[in-house]
């Protein structure tokens, strides 16, 4: 059983493996290409910097797999004998939170490095260490309350209930929804400053496409992104009453009003076309499948594992496996967020005009550097939105 466990995981990090390598090769032949959408300098800039990040994950794909194959041969096996004696829920909490903690630490290097080597060399972060330190602090902290109540919850309903796998994905995806519900006024104030809109005139307007999609939100926000990042972005974040539309500062210095408005209209899409409630109901049936796949193990994997059968383990394998599990559902989850965003791209363009949207996505495009171009199959694994040629495409653009 552990052979199978290890060559079934094995061949998980081989897959992305072959995925990076296949599109280092398609973007290094690329990027003698013609420039697309970018400018010829961004479009260069873009080729390398996507792939140092292939690269990145790749030692990072490779690193992890050593971090596993520790695990599953000696490392679950020695922490089990340090925090368990009855393998209550205190004790199951201890194990999971151990569990994670050392891997934190053991993962800290590469963050460090992706944020202060690659992201500084091209340009994106701006963050300062004492602002980096602070993040993590609070991050920790916030993981440690809400990680420690989530393992007592699921921990508990495993030793009290036999059908616990069904409880613990209803009481997860509740905690899940509470989370995102308040996330955008209680947690991420937490690590950036939210500023009510003062652009009157650009208020208005943004008031006027909600009004119209039929959306009530809590305000209209810009967020201090700059000081971590240059990159661009806005959302809708929020469930419920909690609903507000947040512009990152660098977004609104880069696009002017009408590109703004294509892309909250873009956003809206998703809410009118209710895309937000469907990729809620996705993630459910995607949780549903991992916790009914973990719930019914058969003994021998926690043998495999060199665990006893208790909710500490369960836990455990679940935080282990569940990313492999992942990676071959998510081909379909991107094919249909694929889908989504066509549609949302072509209710944005309604909102202002196609070529409002298209002027705002290129220059997204070029100031985040976004390569256009990926191998089909990268493209089928890991894209959540179309490639950005076959978007402009859509919106009327010529391009070759």
């Known amino acids: 059983m552990l052979i199978l466990i290890g060559t079934i995981y094995f061949f ?52 992890g797999y050593a971090i596993f194959l520790i695990w599953i041969l000696f490392g679950l096996n020695a922490l089990e004998a340090l925090c368990i004696k009855e393998g209550g829920v205190i004790e199951s909490v201890i194990f999971v939170i151990a569990f994670a903690a050392i891997n934190g630490i053991l993962t800290l290097p ?15 972060s701006t963050i300062d260490v004492k602002t980096y330190l602070l993040d993590n602090a609070k991050s920790i902290a916030l993981s440690l309350v809400l990680g420690s109540l989530i393992a007592a919850l699921v921990s ?45 005139a650009l208020k208005s307007s943004i008031e006027a496409l909600m009004q119209k999609a039929g959306l009530k939100s809590s305000g209209i926000f810009t967020m201090d992104a700059s000081k971590r990042d240059n990159r661009l972005n806005a959302y809708f974040g929020g469930l419920g009453k909690s609903k507000r539309v947040v512009l990152f500062d660098t977004l609104i210095k880069k696009l002017n009003k009408n590109e703004l408005l294509a892309v909250l ?92 949207l298209a002027s705002a996505l290129v220059k997204l495009a070029d100031e985040n550097k976004s390569f256009p171009r990926s191998h089909f199959l990268y493209i089928f694994f890991y894209h959540t939105h179309p490639p950005l040629i076959e978007r402009l495409k859509a919106l009327g653009m010529d391009i070759k």
């Open 12 to 63: 998980y990090i081989v897959m992305e493996l072959c995925i990076s390598v296949l599109e280092i090769g398609f973007v290094s032949r690329a990027k003698n290409l013609p420039a697309v959408i970018l400018s010829d300098e961004n479009y260069k800039k873009a080729a390398e910097y996507a792939i140092v990040r292939e690269k990145f994950d790749i030692a990072g794909n490779l690193y």
């Open 110 to 124: 590469f963050d460090i490095y992706s944020t202060f080597v690659i992201d500084k060399k091209f340009g994106f």
């Open 156 to 200: 508990w309903i495993i030793l009290s209930f036999p059908l616990w796998w069904l409880w613990s994905f209803i009481a997860v995806f509740v905690v899940i929804l509470f989370i995102n519900m308040f996330y955008p006024t209680l947690i991420a104030p937490l690590f950036n400053k939210f500023t009510p809109l003062e652009d009157n």
């Open 265 to 356: 209209g873009h956003e809206l899409g998703h809410f009118k076309h209710k895309d937000i409630l469907k990729n809620i109901a996705l993630v459910a049936a995607e949780m549903f499948i991992l916790f009914a796949l973990f719930g019914n193990l058969p003994q021998s994997v926690y043998e495999a594992f060199g665990l006893n059968n208790g909710a500490y383990s369960a836990i455990v394998i679940f935080l282990i496996l569940s990313s492999a599990i992942s990676f071959f559902l998510m081909p379909i989850f991107g094919y249909l967020s694929r889908r989504n965003e066509y549609k949302a791209d072509e209710y944005g363009s309604e909102c202002e005009s196609k070529e409002a």
